[in-house]
């Protein structure tokens, strides 16, 4: 019995180190935090703003627009859709205004708002009126900001 002890120490020490190591290499890892609903969505970025009063400037004509402050940096969307041909549709309409934009990807797990952004995305597929364009594009921004931006105001 005294023969078998030792190895039986000394495997369980090697394999609580090694759990040890394995575990605690975990903690420096980036997580991305999953969510099963989560859809990924196209945005219609018009530009980045280094101050938001630029960005208010800068976004001038435009009725309705959505930023966000990512790397202390205002970045502007005038455009969202869940079909990537509808945020080309979207585009072309910005670029023939004469207004730069690009297409950026993003995830979102607010149902309520990709319900209501696939039946926005339903009528923009099948108008290609200038005017029922804006129209809807505005009518989503003014959506995301009630259904997902309103989700985080106290």
């Known amino acids: 019995m005294k023969k078998y002890l030792f190895p039986v120490i ?3 020490c090697i394999g609580m180190l090694l759990a040890y190591t394995i575990i605690n290499s975990y903690n420096n ?3 991305l935090t999953v969510s099963k609903n989560a859809e990924e969505i196209y945005y219609l970025q018009k530009g980045v703003y ?3 009063t630029k960005m208010e400037e800068g976004m001038s004509d435009f009725q309705h627009y959505i930023y966000n402050v990512e790397d202390n940096k205002y970045h502007t969307y005038i455009g969202i859709s869940k ?3 509808n945020i080309n549709k979207i585009k072309e309409f910005y670029q023939n205004k004469g207004y730069d934009t690009y ?3 993003k995830i979102t797990d607010n ?3 990709l319900v209501v952004l696939g039946q ?3 009528l923009l597929a099948n108008t290609d009126d200038e005017n029922a364009l804006s129209v809807i594009c505005n009518q989503v921004l003014a959506k995301y900001e009630e259904m997902v931006n309103g989700e985080y105001q106290d």
């Open 83 to 85: 079909n990537k041909n």
């Open 10 to 12: 000394l495997s369980l």
């Open 50 to 52: 280094s101050s938001k």
């Open 111 to 113: 149902e309520e708002f």
């Open 103 to 105: 297409i950026v990807t």
């Open 29 to 31: 890892v980036d997580s």
């Open 120 to 122: 926005y995305d339903e």
